[in-house]
Every structure is written in structure tokens, then in C-alpha cells.
């Protein structure tokens, strides 16, 4: 099977010299503005569009005379649906017809703006934008039609990829208007009016993803299909203790084997989350590579990480919890005064571990170099990172680098580092020819960047009438400096409590970590949930209304946690969101023994969500997690609602796997597990029946691939005290006893 990408045709850098900023969305789009001082450079000549007789109104959008409608993608999709959703906007403002739609992957450049895919931040960045530049080439089709009848442009609109005269009922083509639209000025301001959402025809409805023919036919499309003439196949050996060095290896053995082209040393740059030192095998083949990596013998050196554990780091928390000396990120009253003065207190101590990321496509980078000039051909979620990393890295100027971004297999934050993309372009500028570096599983899960495991420590008083008057949250997380979780201080319940203090402490660790899905969210809200819902139980009340109780019933202008967008913590939202679930759920009603109903709820990157999970656990303490049912808000619109409920159910199903599930035990300075033998995923069998509900309001759009994610482990343990009496503050629950006979 063989697949080249065909890269989306460059902007011409000179048709784009005007540059619009639209307020608030931190996107700088290229329009083909004429300009008076230099209108040859700003717009193409009247022959030449006529010739082509292609609509280029921006650099995201061309309509070809055959009514073909091109639309650019330019952030990376990795299953989160966005290389679908914008297009979308695009085309409703548009007023195409969707069937008429191919969508085009953009590769890495500025005249797109923003190509970040992460922290559910594409759609946000980028919907209003969008919606402007699709208005624009809207009005400039509607102008050019009223033009050619000779008309008034309010006698026309546009409707399924044509533009319509009202009073005479005639009707022209986008693609009969492509090479006179295209001489027209861009209009700008009122001139350009966008759709009433009471009009929207296309968001909101369900549309399926534009790959999924080539998903479900299985044809090439990921950065591990990518061929390019002549290329070879690579792989690369790394010490599984993390910072450790090559002393020596067999290379002239090595590459005396079947199909072996070359294997060298590359010298480690950047510490353990840059490249990392290691021997590289150039084969003929992927199959000629791994069989060659089996009879590589290397003598690494010595690391201090060898000593690190995640036992120690436990063990150095227990310690640190109860000393003085940490980083104080909120503190409000005297929290030891009202604890020592509560009619309860409540004391517990919290231990998440390290999880992988575990994407399916395992790690990949094609690269080419030659002549200076250095093309990657990678799944990248921040490709100018990517671009950066490797320039800074291997001393090749940014302007020299190409980087062609492919479709990736899953990547939950793993695909924000570029380790790998570096490790290939170290590769290929040692080969005469294109080579394709390709990680196996067990480089994939031993050498991740993992979502750092940590530890709170949480004392909680409560008042006579059960109303919580003392909140203490102690975190040690592992890594070098402070403060680890730069919201931690404004998550809630801290800014509700008149007496709080929040501090956290670091570890250091040499252990490569870095962003997983909903990061810092998806365990301070276990955490956090969690403790709330032992609060409750204490003062005897129900959860729900406990929860309810200690939001109070302000509006908003709490202070907000980093992800939230908005800037304060729209109370009334997180009321609503649940009040919403208790009744989609029937929150409270009677179960049988060894089953119970749980109870959470978070806001982050702009979206609130609340949560109930139904568990039933066997008296020798089997779990089932039988239902969630979730209730969103994220704000204003939602794009596709295919995509949408499909984000809801993979956050539910991810956060659910790593909680119940997942755990990497470093042991030695190195990671235990190596394939998913012992790094289990949740199977089909296991997952439970999801309910995703949305709520609209009058809020900016929020994102939507993480903030379903963080109630639901909090949700499932609430939910298995109810059941059974443990209380879980362990993960993953696979490592608690639940019995209960």
C-alpha cells in the first residue's frame, strides 16, 4: 500500500499581504484584500483568474468552476472531529451544499494562523473566524451575481452552492460565478452580515467524519501509510532507564544483517523530553529494522534515575505532606483555626499514578533532507513546536523546514511533544535518502511523555448545621519547581470557603511527563469531587444537595481555573448542568444492595459538566459500571452533534479506562509496563451505556474534546461508595478491594 500526501496548494505569500485580526479569537487570517498601493502583488491579474477560473476569496476557501467547493483543515485531526467541525462553519456561512464540500489537510503555514490542536481550543479559537471568512466569500458570490443580472444585490441570496434572484427565480452556480466573483474587492465590516443561528442548515445536524470512508475501507491515511519515493525505514533504541547514555554498541554487526543500510549513535540533546540519546537502524524495511533492533547489544551508562521510583515518591510525599515549607497558591483566613474549632473534621490522603497515553498509531516521522532543506511528514498537534524543536535542536533554520501534517491515529496530548519528530530528522540527515521512523508499542508505552502521577493530602471541617467551614488541599506533584497545577488555587471548592488554604509541593523526579487529555482536570477533579462527596456523607446530606448547597446561589464572578476561558466561574451554569443530570438520571432513587449512583461535576476549557454514574460491585467485589449519564453546557452552538456526542462518549470511555484500569509502575528509573498485556485498555464488554445531553446558552463556544472527561472517575467512585462502603483514593480502582460480603 502505497500513499504520498498531496500537500493543500501554498498560499502565494504575496496575494495575502493584507492581515485581519478578529477580535477576541487570537486568529490572524490572510485575505486577498486589493490594495490601491500594489494591486498586482495583492490580487491576481483579471486574465489569469479567468483562465483559472478558481474563487480564492481566502486562504480557506476555492471554488472551482465545476462547483467543487475546497476547503482547508488546518489543525491536525486526531479523532477529535475538527478536521470536519470547521469546514462545517465554514460552509454554513458559506451557504454551500455540504455534498459539494472536499475537505483538504493544510500543512504547517502562517498565512493559517493558529495550527495548535489541543486543550479543546480549535473549535473556540476559531469559530467565529471562520464564520466571518465564510460570510465574506458568501457576499463577494452574491455581489458577482447581482452584477451579471444587472440587479440590486438585496434582490439576491444564496442558498446550496447558488446565489438567487427573488423576483425573476433565476439562478447562477458558485461555479459559474468562481472568475468574476474573484475580481471583486473584499468587503469588509456591515457589509459582510452573518447567518441568524435560527438559520443555520448545517451546524447542529450529524455529519459524519470526511475520513471515515478511507477509515473504514482502510486506506492509507495516517502518518504511518505516508511513502515517498526511496525512502527507508528506521528505528530507534533508547536506554529504558530515562537519562542514561550509549557507551557503546554492536553497529558493525548490526549492520551486516539482512537489509540493514546503515546504524549509528545519535548524541542526546534537550534532556529527557528532547532527543534523547540512542542508536539508530536504517533498514529496507520495517520488518528488516525491528528484526535488527533484536540483535542490537548496547552498554548504556549509568543514570541517577535509576534510583527513582514511584514507591519513593510516595513515600517522600507522606513526609512532605505534613511539613511546612510549601507553595502557598491560595490562602484565605486561618484554615488551622477553623479546622481545630469544626464540629467534624475530615482528613485523606489521595495517590494517582503515571498512565500513558497509549494512542493506537504508535509514534511515526517520514523526514527528507536534502540540499538544506529539511520536510517532515508527521501527525503533529503543534506543528510550529514541532518545527521549533527540531530547528533548535539540529541546527536547521525554520524557514528550511517543511512540515506536512498527516491524520494521526489518537494522540490524547502525546502528539503536543515532538521527541519522535526530532529523533527523525536526526535520522534522516544522516541518510542519503527519505527514511521513515516508526516506534513500536513498547517504545510507545516505555518512553512517553506520561500524565505525572501525584498526591493530595485534604482536610475538610464542617459546621454545625453540616456547611463546610475549613478547606485544606496539599498537593505534591512530581517534577522540578512550582506550582505544578497552575489552577489548583481557584479550583472548587477553595474560593467558597471564607477559611482555605491551598499549597502544593514538588518532587523531583527525572521522569518525562507531560500533557494527557483534560490535563491537571482530569485528577484534580477526582481528587477534589471525591473529597467533596466524603464532606457529604460526614454531614449526613445528600450529595447532590450538598454540592448544590456549597456552590450557593450567586451567579458567577468566582474566580476560574486556568481552563475555563470565560474568566470567572459561571455558578448558575454549573447549577444548571446539575439540576439537568439529577432528573435525566432519577438522582436518589432506591437500588439493590452492591449498586449506588454517584455524583460529579467540573468546569474546564470552557465547558460545564455534570455527571452520575450507576456501578454495581459483587459481594467478592467485581465492578460493572452500568450507565453515566452526562449533561453539558458549552455554550452557544454546537458545530456537529455527531462529533459532539462522540467527544462526550471517548471522554467518558478514556477517563473511565484510566481510572478503573491504567498504571504505569516506574520502577528503577524506568517504566514496568510494555504492551497492552500490562497496560490494559477498557474493552467493549466493559463499557457502560452513556447518555450525553447538551444544554444551549448565551455563551461563547466552548471546547468540547475534554471536559467531559474529569467527573467521570470521580462520578464511578462516588458511586462504588454508595454500592459498597470503600472508599476509593487509589487509583486505578483495580488496585482497591471492593468486597463487601
Not at 528505528?235 to 553497529?251: I, M
Not at 490522603?349 to 517532515?376: M, R
Not at 505525572?452 to 512530581?478: K, M
Not at 471546547?703 to 461508595?721: D, R, S
Amino acid at each position: 500500500m502505497t500513499h504520498t500526501p498531496a500537500p493543500p496548494e501554498r498560499p502565494a505569500r504575496r496575494r495575502f499581504l493584507a492581515v485581519t485580526t478578529l477580535a477576541g479569537s487570537g486568529l490572524m487570517l490572510g485575505l486577498a484584500l486589493r490594495s490601491s498601493g500594489d494591486a498586482s502583488a495583492a490580487a491576481p491579474s483579471r486574465d489569469l483568474l479567468r483562465s483559472q477560473e478558481v474563487f480564492k476569496p481566502n486562504v480557506f476557501i476555492r471554488i472551482a468552476p465545476d462547483g467543487v467547493v475546497t476547503l482547508i483543515a488546518k489543525q491536525m485531526e486526531v479523532g477529535q472531529g475538527v478536521k470536519t467541525s470547521l469546514p462545517m462553519v465554514l460552509a454554513e456561512e458559506l451557504e454551500v451544499d455540504w455534498k459539494d464540500v472536499v475537505v483538504e489537510q493544510g500543512d504547517l503555514d502562517e498565512a493559517y494562523g493558529n495550527q495548535f490542536s489541543g486543550a479543546s481550543s480549535s473549535t473556540p479559537r476559531n469559530y467565529q473566524a471562520f464564520r466571518v471568512l465564510g460570510a465574506t466569500a458568501r457576499t463577494l458570490l452574491v455581489h458577482a451575481a447581482a452584477n451579471a443580472w444587472g440587479v440590486p444585490v438585496r434582490e439576491c441570496h444564496a442558498a446550496m452552492s447558488a446565489v438567487h434572484h427573488r423576483a425573476s427565480g433565476r439562478s447562477l452556480r458558485y461555479g459559474e460565478l468562481a472568475a468574476s466573483a474573484a475580481t471583486l474587492p473584499v468587503p469588509t465590516g456591515r457589509a459582510v452580515k452573518l447567518k441568524s443561528p435560527r438559520d443555520f442548515k448545517l451546524l447542529g445536524t450529524r455529519i459524519g467524519g470526511v475520513d471515515n470512508s478511507h477509515i473504514v475501507r482502510g486506506a492509507p491515511l495516517f502518518g504511518i501509510d505516508v511513502r515517498v519515493p526511496g525512502m527507508r525505514y528506521a528505528v530507534y533504541e533508547k536506554c529504558p532507564v530515562f537519562g542514561s547514555t550509549v557507551r557503546s554498541a554492536n553497529l558493525d554487526e548490526v549492520k551486516a544483517l539482512p537489509g540493514v543500510h546503515d546504524a549509528f549513535v545519535v548524541a542526546g540533546i534537550g534532556g529527557v523530553l528532547g532527543l534523547r540519546p540512542g542508536v539508530a537502524i536504517v533498514a529496507e524495511s520495517t520488518w528488516a529494522a525491528f528484526s535488527a533492533r533484536k540483535k542490537l547489544k548496547v552498554q548504556w551508562a549509568d543514570s541517577p534515575v535509576a534510583r527513582q521510583g514511584f514507591a519513593s515518591f510516595a513515600e517522600q510525599a507522606a513526609r512532605i505532606a505534613r511539613q511546612p515549607g510549601a507553595t502557598v497558591s491560595r490562602q484565605e483566613g486561618d484554615v488551622a483555626k477553623a479546622l481545630a474549632s469544626a464540629s467534624q473534621r475530615v482528613e485523606a490522603f489521595y495517590t494517582y499514578p503515571f498512565i500513558a497515553h497509549a494512542a493506537l498509531e504508535p509514534l511515526n516521522c517520514t523526514a527528507s533532507f536534502k540540499d538544506g532543506t529539511l520536510q517532515l511528514w508527521t501527525a503533529s498537534q503543534a506543528p510550529s513546536w514541532a518545527r521549533d524543536h527540531v530547528s533548535k535542536s539540529l541546527g536547521v533554520p525554520p524557514a528550511a523546514i517543511r512540515m506536512h501534517i498527516v491524520r494521526g491515529g489518537g494522540a490524547f496530548g502525546r502528539r503536543l511533544s515532538s521527541d519522535y519528530v526530532v529523533e527523525a530528522a536526526a535520522i534522516a540527515m544522516r541518510s542519503p535518502v527519505p527514511v521513515q521512523l516508526v516506534w513500536s508499542r513498547e517504545d510507545d508505552l516505555q518512553h512517553d511523555h506520561f500524565r505525572p502521577g501525584g498526591f493530595h493530602l485534604l482536610r475538610g471541617g464542617l459546621g454545625r448545621a453540616g456547611e463546610v467551614v475549613a478547606w485544606h488541599d496539599h498537593f505534591i506533584g512530581l517534577g522540578r519547581g512550582g506550582p505544578i497545577d497552575p489552577q489548583l488555587g481557584n479550583e472548587f471548592p477553595a474560593p467558597w470557603v471564607s477559611d482555605c488554604r491551598v499549597e502544593q509541593s514538588a518532587i523531583d523526579c527525572g521522569i518525562p511527563m507531560g500533557a494527557w487529555r483534560a490535563p491537571h482536570a482530569n485528577v484534580s477533579a477526582w481528587v477534589v469531587q471525591s473529597f467533596v462527596d466524603e464532606l457529604a456523607h460526614a454531614a449526613r446530606q445528600d450529595p447532590l444537595a450538598f454540592k448544590l448547597s456549597l456552590l450557593g446561589d450567586r451567579q458567577a464572578m468566582r474566580p476560574a481555573g486556568f481552563f475555563s476561558r470565560q474568566g470567572v466561574y459561571q455558578v448558575a451554569r454549573m447549577r444548571r448542568v446539575l439540576q439537568a443530570v439529577a432528573e435525566k438520571s432519577q438522582w436518589g432513587r432506591a437500588l439493590p444492595q452492591g449498586q449506588g449512583q454517584g455524583i460529579a461535576f467540573h468546569a474546564s476549557y470552557g465547558g460545564y459538566v455534570a455527571q452520575v454514574a450507576e456501578v454495581a460491585v459483587s459481594p467478592e467485589g467485581q465492578l460493572r459500571v452500568n450507565r453515566v449519564v452526562c449533561v453539558c453546557d458549552v455554550g452557544e452552538q454546537i458545530v456537529n452533534l455527531s462529533g459532539a456526542e462522540a467527544q462526550v462518549q471517548g471522554s467518558i470511555l478514556d477517563g473511565l479506562s484510566a481510572a478503573w484500569l491504567q498504571v504505569v509502575d516506574i520502577e528503577g528509573g524506568r517504566a514496568k509496563q510494555s504492551n497492552f498485556h500490562d497496560y490494559p485498555l477498557l474493552r467493549m464488554a466493559d463499557a457502560p451505556a452513556i447518555e450525553v445531553h447538551f444544554l444551549h446558552s448565551d455563551n461563547p463556544i466552548g471546547g468540547l474534546g475534554e471536559p467531559a472527561l474529569p467527573p467521570v472517575a470521580p462520578a464511578v467512585c462516588n458511586a462504588i461508595f454508595r454500592a459498597t462502603g470503600h472508599r476509593v483514593r487509589t487509583l486505578p480502582i483495580s488496585r482497591t478491594r471492593l468486597g463487601w460480603a
